[in-house]
T-cell receptor, first 112, second 115 residues
Framework: KNEVEQSPQNLTAQEGEFITINCSYS?????LHWLQQHPGGGIVSLFM???GKKKHGRLIATINIQEKHSSLHITASHPRDSAVYIC??????????????FGKGTKLTVNP | NAGVTQTPKFRILKIGQSMTLQCTQD?????MYWYRQDPGMGLKLIYY???????DKGEVPNGYNVSRSTTEDFPLRLELAAPSQTSVYFCASSRLAGGVFDEQFFGPGTRLTVL
């Protein structure tokens, strides 16, 4: 079992819809990182959060450390939001034995 | 700041050849990472470094070597290229400040094909 699980794997929405992507993890962590990978392959950091909520434009990320769950929300979705969204726990400190660091990603397609 | 830069962008290798993928960051980050992403798959950690002179294996280190002689540079070496190493390679960096990890910054990637 992966330490980081994302759902759904694929998501198709109509422009303007509210989007939610979920991330659950099985080990205790201090923070979670959300990434966006564009269709061209580039990877952009969206949020690093350790508690509560963060907002940037139409993107909102929340985390509940006790429940080991994080969500990424997109309000008023747009076709340019089409990308793969990846959650990951922070990189390992030296000597760590972590196997899978990244969730497998959620592929979002927003149709006009 | 240029952020994280990688060279080359594309490369085709023959089986058994060797090459070095270059990665440089100008943000004075102490942590640097190499990932590979196979077609349609997620990112997998190959090696990482917590500072100059210190490196450690990630999830899939076999067939690769790294070094970190400076804070800025973290090259990845493939000694005997195999078709299984056909992938897109991403370098990333981040910092640990006050015991808390900051976000990772990714390079544009190197697309490697081994024939």
């Amino acid at each position: 079992k992966n330490e980081v699980e994302q759902s759904p794997q694929n998501l198709t929405a109509q422009e303007g819809e509210f989007i939610t992507i979920n991330c659950s993890y099985s080990v205790g962590i201090s923070a979670l990182h959300w990434l966006q990978q564009h269709p061209g392959g580039g990877i952009v950091s969206l949020f690093m959060l350790s508690s509560g909520k963060k907002k940037h434009g139409r993107l909102i990320a929340t985390i509940n450390i006790q429940e080991k769950h994080s969500s990424l929300h997109i309000t008023a979705s747009h076709p340019r939001d089409s990308a793969v969204y990846i959650c990951t726990r922070p990189p390992p400190a030296q000597g760590g034995s972590e196997k899978l660091v990244f969730g497998k990603g959620t592929k979002l397609t927003v149709n006009p | 700041n240029a952020g994280v830069t990688q060279t080359p962008k594309f490369r085709i290798l023959k089986i058994g050849q060797s090459m070095t993928l270059q990665c440089t960051q100008d943000m004075n980050h102490n942590y640097m990472y190499w990932y590979r992403q196979d077609p349609g798959m997620g990112l997998k950690l190959i090696y990482y470094s917590v500072g100059a002179g210190i490196t450690d294996k990630g999830e899939v280190p076999n067939g690769y070597n790294v070094s970190r002689s400076t804070t800025e540079d973290f090259p990845l070496r493939l000694e005997l290229a195999a078709p299984s190493q056909t992938s897109v390679y991403f370098c990333a960096s981040s910092r640990l400040a006050g015991g808390v990890f900051d976000e990772q910054f990714f390079g544009p990637g190197t697309r490697l094909t081994v024939l």
